[in-house]
């Protein structure tokens, strides 16, 4: 079974027009599924509709017509405790690494966060020791040693604190990363540490990523699959390595055209 899927999902908003107001569709008729362990990556300009699709999935926004499934279940239907159930079950990455932190808290407290929100922090019965340790576990798998803890995300620097976004989003050992552009921020040599980072990851735990970006070399570098975005619809999807290969559709040509390759990444 998919672990997510999308059924013809649209989203409108309204519009001014002139003394009235009018739909305007973000997203039209979008159907993709994304099966357990893989990448899917959704590429597309900006406006295209990838992140509104990203904000569907996780629950934070509606759709107008379609149906969005994870784990199975109907997200825009699901009851207060499935959708707590499926929280621990998908974890966002965003654009920006530092936005994405609270400057007020400690590293310690953001990784942490996670777990006391759900009721799931590790080793409660004995005490803030074993929450801490298991937090220095955590940085130690994206790259970063103890010391970080008692640090504000001010003191690190941009591919740092996407570390500890990923850390945060790790603890609550998720099926599901949606990655919405979490390089796009970064310098070319540190997007590549953090998509090897992410790679690596994903073999480790056998997570399920769906990797929202505008650069088709990182996508087909990442991505078992690519879906592409143009104007809100789905144009084109297909395996990455014979997708970037053979496009079928011009707008995938201009997409590949138009974006520089990559420095080698090595892993």
């Given at each position: 079974?998919?672990?997510?899927?999308?059924?013809?999902?649209?989203?409108?908003?309204?519009?001014?027009?002139?003394?009235?107001?009018?739909?305007?569709?973000?997203?039209?008729?979008?159907?993709?599924?994304?099966?357990?362990?893989?990448?899917?990556?959704?590429?597309?300009?900006?406006?295209?509709?990838?992140?509104?699709?990203?904000?569907?999935?996780?629950g934070?926004?509606?759709?107008?017509?379609?149906?969005?499934?994870?784990?199975?279940?109907?997200?825009?239907?699901?009851?207060?405790?499935?959708?707590?159930?499926?929280?621990?079950?998908?974890q966002?990455?965003?654009?920006?690494?530092?936005?994405?932190?609270?400057?007020?808290?400690?590293?310690?407290?953001?990784?942490?966060?996670?777990?006391i929100?759900?009721?799931?922090?590790?080793?409660?019965?004995?005490?803030?020791?074993?929450?801490?340790?298991?937090?220095?576990?955590?940085?130690?798998?994206?790259?970063?040693?103890?010391?970080?803890?008692?640090?504000?995300?001010?003191?690190?620097?941009?591919?740092?604190?996407?570390?500890?976004?990923?850390?945060?989003?790790l603890?609550?050992?998720?099926?599901?990363?949606?990655?919405?552009?979490?390089?796009?921020?970064l310098?070319?040599?540190?997007g590549?540490q953090?998509?090897?980072l992410?790679?690596?990851?994903?073999q480790?735990?056998?997570?399920?990523?769906?990797?929202?970006?505008?650069?088709?070399?990182l996508?087909?570098y990442?991505?078992?699959?690519?879906?592409?975005?143009?104007?809100?619809?789905?144009?084109?999807?297909?395996?990455?390595?014979?997708?970037?290969?053979?496009?079928?559709?011009?707008?995938?040509?201009?997409?590949?055209?138009?974006?520089?390759?990559?420095?080698?990444i090595?892993?």
């Amino acid at each position: 079974m998919a672990l997510v899927e999308l059924v013809s999902v649209s989203k409108s908003y309204p519009q001014r027009l002139g003394l009235g107001t009018t739909q305007r569709a973000v997203v039209d008729a979008v159907s993709f599924s994304i099966e357990p362990g893989e990448t899917l990556g959704l590429v597309g300009e900006s406006g295209s509709g990838k992140t509104t699709v990203a904000r569907m999935i996780l629950g934070l926004v509606k759709p107008t017509a379609g149906v969005v499934r994870v784990d199975g279940v109907d997200v825009a239907r699901a009851s207060s405790a499935e959708m707590h159930r499926l929280r621990r079950q998908m974890q966002p990455v965003f654009q920006d690494p530092y936005a994405a932190l609270n400057p007020r808290m400690k590293v310690l407290e953001i990784v942490t966060e996670p777990w006391i929100i759900h009721g799931v922090e590790p080793g409660a019965a004995q005490g803030k020791a074993a929450m801490r340790a298991r937090a220095v576990q955590l940085l130690a798998e994206v790259g970063l040693d103890d010391s970080a803890l008692g640090r504000y995300p001010h003191e690190f620097s941009g591919g740092q604190r996407q570390r500890i976004n990923i850390a945060r989003a790790l603890a609550l050992r998720p099926k599901l990363l949606i990655l919405d552009e979490p390089v796009s921020a970064l310098d070319v040599s540190v997007g590549a540490q953090i998509i090897n980072l992410l790679r690596r990851l994903q073999q480790d735990y056998g997570l399920t990523y769906l990797f929202i970006s505008h650069s088709m070399p990182l996508v087909r570098y990442l991505s078992t699959r690519i879906a592409v975005m143009q104007a809100g619809r789905l144009v084109e999807t297909g395996e990455a390595v014979s997708l970037c290969a053979e496009p079928q559709q011009e707008y995938t040509r201009q997409l590949i055209a138009a974006t520089p390759e990559l420095p080698t990444i090595t892993a």
